[in-house]
């Protein structure tokens, strides 16, 4: 390893905000200014190049290096957001990093001084797999205090997450939290599962039958195993009145898939930046959606809510478009949002925010 990648390394993955090379300089970074502009600092005098790239920024940018070694870049003024950056050194990229730009005034996934819901992490035997599946459920503050029965969500995940991506990156129950505070949203009880039936490592999950295989498992998990164990072990509605799902990419794809084939068990559908492929790829056996939105007027009937969200620099911009226009000539009832905004958290943490008090008003 060449003497420079050990100091960026460290500064990589240290979350403090002052890292100093040994025997060198103390160096701040990144160091976010009360314009809202962000510097980005490297000790690394033996580098010949190094950039920094985020989804904050339309294209990566250059540091320039001091006398010292020091290399450095302002960019921004940046938005009060939290973004994923990186850096890359003569053409090698680092550990991403978090950057947290704060605003003058608490943002909506920002923690508040109002009541706060629990997160649960809990285990079921799941037939469909035949294994011990995690799955976190959020309860709402009013839940231990009450003996009434809530609606329920459940939010999938995208591609390559996990059952954890919704807390730990879309601060789902913060962001519920406040909604309930502010009197914005009926409290409710979301449910966050593993979007995978098999881990997209495992042998299950190769060959050419791997796609059907984790769709068909996956619906059978969520509806034969995980919705009658939420029943048995919350105080939830068992109607399909009040039980909703949506999901971000991956996720999106299958909340969309699952709840325009079953109308029977959800009335509120929504999808964020949906992966389409993974359930409308014929090879793989995925949904033919002309079909399922072939009958608008019972399409229209049973569900209460069908959203669809995306950003117009997201890559899956077009076909979200398409899908909207095909709902739209097929006569099916929605709402089409168009955002600004790539394929990032920022958007949809957004559309959590918008989409939650529209479920069960």
């Known amino acids: 390893m060449k003497a420079f990648s050990l100091t960026v390394v460290l500064a990589v993955l240290v979350a403090q905000p002052l890292f100093a090379q040994r025997g060198g300089p103390a160096v701040r970074s990144p160091e976010i200014h009360p314009d809202g502009r962000v510097t980005f600092r490297l000790a690394a005098p033996n580098a010949t190049e190094v950039r920094v790239s985020g989804d904050f920024l339309k294209a990566p940018q250059p540091l320039q290096k001091d006398d010292k070694g020091i290399w450095s870049v302002t960019v921004g003024p940046v938005s009060p957001e939290i973004y994923n950056y990186q850096l890359q050194v003569n053409g090698v990229a680092m550990t991403r990093a978090r950057l947290d730009v704060p605003g003058p005034t608490p943002r909506f996934f920002d923690a508040r001084s109002v009541a706060h819901g629990a997160v649960e992490q809990r285990w079921y035997n799941s037939k469909a797999i035949q294994g011990v599946r995690r799955v976190f459920i959020y309860t709402p503050p009013t839940y231990g205090r009450s003996s009434e029965r809530y609606p329920v969500l459940y939010l999938l995940h995208g591609a390559g997450g996990d059952e954890t991506f919704w807390i730990e990156n879309g601060r789902t129950n913060v962001i519920l939290d406040n909604l309930i505070a502010d009197g914005k949203l009926k409290p409710l009880v979301v449910v966050m599962p593993y979007g995978y039936a098999y881990p997209p490592a495992s042998p299950l999950a190769d060959g050419a039958d791997a796609m059907r295989r984790q769709r068909a498992d996956f619906n059978r998990d969520l509806i034969e195993d995980l919705i009658p164990f939420v029943q048995a072990n919350y105080r939830v509605h068992a109607d399909r009145e009040h039980r909703a799902i949506a999901g971000l990419s991956m996720g ?74 095909l709902l739209q000539t097929s006569g099916v009832k929605h709402t089409f949002r168009v955002s600004e905004g790539a394929h990032t958290w920022q958007v949809w943490r957004r559309y959590l925010n918008e989409v939650a008090p529209l479920l069960f008003q």
Do not use: I, M
């Open 252 to 325: 999106g794809g299958q909340a969309l898939g699952v709840g325009l084939s079953r109308t029977d068990l959800f009335s509120r559908v929504a999808g964020f930046s949906s992966a389409l492929g993974v359930v409308t790829s014929p090879q793989a056996g995925g949904l033919d959606f002309k079909a399922l939105v072939a009958d608008s007027k019972t399409v229209n009937d049973r569900l209460k809510l069908l959203w669809v969200g995306c950003g117009t620099e997201d890559t899956l911009f077009n076909s979200n478009k398409e899908f909207a226009q």
